[in-house]
């Protein structure tokens, strides 16, 4: 039963154009929310949060929006960058256990 | 540099064989967890540790095992690997208050 759930797999857009990444949740218990981004051959790295009393945080080109009452999550990229072409991991935790639980990810690519 | 390190990266051996996946953290973090990445399954949890000689299972603990002897430290154990176990293997660490999870450059273990 997943709890995180990136429904698309993958995802391409053009260059300089808007990317947005989505998340559903189940669990009404989840207060902090995550997404990392992985490349080829590496680990992945954390990319920008959100607490749940939050409903948008904003770093530089990426932002995360969170609709609590949907349990709906997304992140924006804007413009989007070829480096930007990575695997894009959105997770999920409450604050009594801070284990996180990932979704399957989405593959996003960005062509030049 | 705050790193976690897992070794060995790249790994082929033959099923039945016992192995132990390394992995270090310099950063004085309490949680360690071990995940598998595998297409379309994206990151699953197998052990976590929360600190020194505590463990648990994650969501796919069996035919592994861990252990925490000190806090830096937790490998992961396959007592005989099965082909299934092939696959990309992370190791991560944070602390316990804290929101961001660093994650090693991952280890590919093929068991043939």
């Known amino acids: 039963d997943q709890q995180v759930k990136q429904n698309s797999p993958s995802l391409s857009v053009q260059e300089g154009r808007i990317s947005i990444l989505n998340c559903d949740y189940t669990?009404?218990?989840?207060?902090?929310f995550l997404w990392y981004k992985k490349y080829p051959a590496e680990g992945p790295t954390f990319l920008i949060s959100i607490s749940s009393i939050k409903d948008k945080n904003e770093d530089g080109r990426f932002t995360v929006f969170l609709n609590k009452s949907a349990k709906h999550l997304s992140l924006h990229i804007v413009p989007s960058q070829p480096g930007d072409s990575a695997v894009y991991f959105c997770a999920a935790r409450t604050g009594g256990s801070y284990i996180p639980t990932f979704g399957r990810g989405t593959s996003l690519i960005v062509h030049p | 540099e705050a790193q976690v390190t897992q070794n060995p990266r790249y790994l082929i051996t033959v099923t039945g064989k016992k192995l132990t996946v390394t992995c270090s953290q310099n950063?004085?973090?309490?949680?360690m967890s071990w995940y598998r990445q595998d297409p379309g399954l994206g990151l699953r949890q197998i052990y976590y540790?929360?600190?020194?000689?505590?463990?648990d299972k994650g969501d796919v603990p069996e035919g592994y095992k861990v252990s925490r002897k000190e806090k830096r430290n937790f490998p992961l154990i396959l007592e005989s690997p099965s082909p299934n176990q092939t696959s990309l293997y992370f190791c991560?660490?944070?602390?316990?208050?804290?929101?961001?999870?660093?994650f090693g450059e991952g280890s590919w273990l093929t068991v043939v």
């Open positions: 669990n009404s218990m989840f207060d902090y």
């Open positions: 950063m004085n973090h309490e949680y």
């Open positions: 991560a660490s944070s602390q316990v208050s804290g929101n961001t999870i660093y």
């Open positions: 540790s929360m600190n020194v000689e505590v463990t």
